[in-house]
Every structure is written in structure tokens, then in C-alpha cells.
């Protein structure tokens, strides 16, 4: 199976920049603009990565930040200061935006709670059942662990750097294998660190083979994600009753 790049898996420009907001337990009225642009310049990067064609919405909002932060940092004399006090924060916008998202974003959770009782509450029969098979391409991953994970990955990207080969190197290893190799290390070690897949002599596209191959395997319900503060860590683990990381073993 070929592995099919889909970016709005990543849920979106705004979703990003709301992570980056929550997860810092930043003031959303008070956004330290210059710091979060870094960070979402960074994460995008990591997008970039997997699939330049498909990022046009994250560099649309990147450039706004970078603009925002650009007049923030601008050096006034004291009467332009006086005068830009009484002019709109360059943030409100930005603000205004990510309020309307959280408004939106609480509204689909406390719907999703709903059903996710309502479930427990009535079974579902079996003509409720899709009759189509079900392309694991096509599932989601959840927003928080996709975040997360993107993250991580940047960081990786960044310890990683060398400086460029004299000749272009490209590894054409199918995500499969890495998935396997995932898997094998899964029978032998109860946990693995996420960091711990990547090597430094590592090239770029080997990085992202491995990092979409933990994407897949999240996809296909076979392995689970645990952080335990942020930017910590990330340990992955095969879901209990996983049949293919049960029969590697034996």
C-alpha cells in the first residue's frame, strides 16, 4: 500500500497555532508573538517535509504572524508610541480569529462527548454498520497526539541537521519496512522512544520515512502514543491485543 500524504489530517493552520497557544498555557489575549511564530515556523517546516505542495493555508498565516510580529518589534519615538496606543493591538486580529476557532473547537468536543455516551448508552445495531472497507489513509489521527508528534519530529529535524552531502542521497525504502522494524522492536521492548528511531547519520528522507511510518501504524490502531509533560518524551507502545505484535513475537 502507498502511503497517501493528506495534510488536512493536521486539521489546519488555526489548529496549530491553538496547540501551540494551549499546550504553553499562553494568554490568548496576551500572545507572545514573536516566540509563537518561531515555534509555528518550525512545526511547518516539518510539514514542508512531507508534502510542500499542500501548505499553502500554514504559510498564508505564517506570513501574517511574521508581519504582525515585524511591527511589533519596530522601534517608535515616544509620540508615535502615544499615538499607536490608541490604535488597534496588530494581535487582535490573530486573537479575535483563534477565539471564534476555540468557540467552534469546544462546541465539536462537547458534541463528540455526547455521542461517545450515547454509544455506551445504545448499541449500535449491525445494519448501522458501513458496508465499505475502510482506507486507513483515511482516518484520522487525533489532533493533540498529531501535534505532539509533529513536534517531536521537529526537534528531531533540528538534532539532526549535517551539514549537506557532496552528493544528493535519497532512500527509497517503503514505509512497510519501517512499519515492520517498528513492530519487531515493539516484541522485544515493551516502550521505545520516539527519538530513539532516528539515528544522526540519517538523511532527510529516511527521517521522514520513519516518522510517516509511526503516523501509519497510529492510523492503523496497532501502536499508542504517551507524553508525559511537553516537549518531553514521546513513548511509543503497542495497543494491548495487537495480533501482529503478538505473533512477531511468538
Known amino acids: 500500500m502507498r502511503f497517501r500524504v493528506q495534510l488536512d489530517l493536521f486539521a489546519g493552520p488555526m489548529d496549530l497555532l491553538w496547540y ?7 494568554d490568548i489575549m496576551d500572545i507572545p508573538i514573536a516566540r509563537v511564530t518561531e515555534q509555528y515556523l518550525e512545526m511547518i517546516t516539518v510539514l514542508e517535509q512531507i508534502d510542500v505542495n499542500a501548505v499553502g493555508d500554514f504559510l498564508e498565516l505564517a506570513t501574517r504572524l511574521m508581519e504582525i510580529k515585524s511591527r511589533m518589534i519596530l522601534p517608535r519615538h515616544e509620540e508615535e508610541e ?8 496588530p494581535r487582535q486580529d490573530i486573537v479575535q480569529r483563534l477565539l471564534e476557532y476555540k468557540k467552534y473547537k469546544d462546541a465539536a468536543s462537547m ?30 489521527i487525533h489532533e493533540v497526539e ?19 552531502p557532496s552528493a544528493i542521497r535519497y532512500d527509497d ?21 520516539f ?26 490502531h496497532n501502536i499508542q502514543v504517551a507524553q508525559q509533560d511537553l516537549f518531553s518524551e514521546i513513548w511509543i507502545s503497542a495497543k494491548a491485543g495487537d495480533t501482529e505484535v503478538t505473533q512477531a513475537a511468538a
Open 173 to 193: 525504502t517503503p514505509i512497510e519496512v519501517y512499519m515492520d522494524r517498528i513492530r519487531e522492536r515493539l516484541t522485544i521492548e515493551p516502550n521505545i522512544a
Open 146 to 164: 498529531m501535534w505532539d508528534l509533529v513536534s517531536a519530529f521537529a526537534r528531531v529535524v533540528r538534532d539532526n541537521a549535517v551539514t549537506k
Open 195 to 220: 527519538t530513539s528511531l532516528f539515528h544522526a547519520d540519517m538523511i532527510r528522507s529516511q527521517l521522514i520515512g520513519i516518522f510517516l511510518a509511526v503516523l501509519e501504524l497510529i492510523r492503523h
Open 20 to 26: 501551540l497557544v494551549r499546550k504553553q498555557e499562553l
Open 82 to 89: 502615544k499615538e499607536e496606543s490608541e490604535v488597534e493591538d
Open 111 to 140: 458534541l463528540a462527548e455526547r455521542g461517545q455516551l450515547w454509544q455506551r448508552r445504545f448499541a449500535r445495531r449491525a445494519n448501522d454498520l458501513s458496508t465499505g472497507g475502510v482506507d486507513p489513509a483515511e482516518q484520522p
